[in-house]
């Protein structure tokens, strides 16, 4: 579920800096949840449909209604385009096989119980240009775990012991970051955009 975790001053930045020459191209939009960041890149001209990839987890999350400013459990439904624009499929990524010219990995990356193993798939997926953000952490090399207890309405905290895999998450300090992505055989990934502890790359 990408878009939802992004204050409102990242929506912008995150659509300008999606890659030029996107006419013909095909795109992938992994946990798009209703597609509204792959979007875009419809008036510019990529193929149709962007394939929108989400394992449904928008649903086990605390929703605040902006309009109301009450909080609710769970998000409500993607109201998905029936246009032809978009073809949306619920399931892991991990196991999807259809590489893309572009691909969308927007605040994805500390939700997996596995966050190496993502690496080398982006990279199998991503024919020209993976556009990923993630939070980080300060630091110079690792990952910081933090234990997820939203379901208690307790926000994440970190934590130097283990728990039930499907509870934890984690931040990649930037060089960290880096050195997985070199891993996994991206050659550039220069930094777009930063704010806070949110960060933007354009990977190649």
């Known amino acids: 579920m990408a878009r939802s975790y992004l204050p409102t001053i990242y929506q912008e930045p995150k659509r300008i800096l999606l890659p030029p020459g996107v006419r013909g191209k095909t795109v992938l939009d992994i946990g798009g949840y209703d597609g509204g960041d792959s979007a875009p890149l419809i008036s510019r001209g990529c193929t149709r449909p962007i394939r929108v990839v989400d394992i449904g987890e928008w649903q086990q999350y605390w929703h605040r209604d902006d309009a109301t400013g009450q909080w609710s459990w769970g ?3 993607p109201r998905h385009q029936t246009d032809g624009a978009f073809l949306f499929y619920q399931g892991d990524f991990m196991e999807w096989q259809e590489a893309a010219d572009i691909v969308l990995f927007h605040m994805v990356l500390y939700h997996l119980p596995d966050w190496e193993a993502a690496f080398p798939k982006l990279r199998a997926l991503t ?4 556009i990923l953000s993630t939070y980080v952490s300060e630091g110079t ?3 910081v775990t933090f234990y ?3 379901a208690r309405g307790i926000p994440d905290q970190q934590v130097k012991t283990a728990y039930d895999p499907s509870d934890l998450r984690a931040r990649p300090t930037i060089p960290q970051l880096f050195h997985s992505l070199g891993q996994a055989g991206f050659r550039k990934f220069p930094i777009c955009f930063m704010m806070d502890d949110a960060i933007l790359l354009r990977c190649g």
């Open 75 to 77: 998000w409500p439904k």
């Open 148 to 150: 997820n207890d939203y």
């Open 141 to 143: 090399e690792g990952w």
């Open 127 to 130: 024919k020209e240009w993976l």
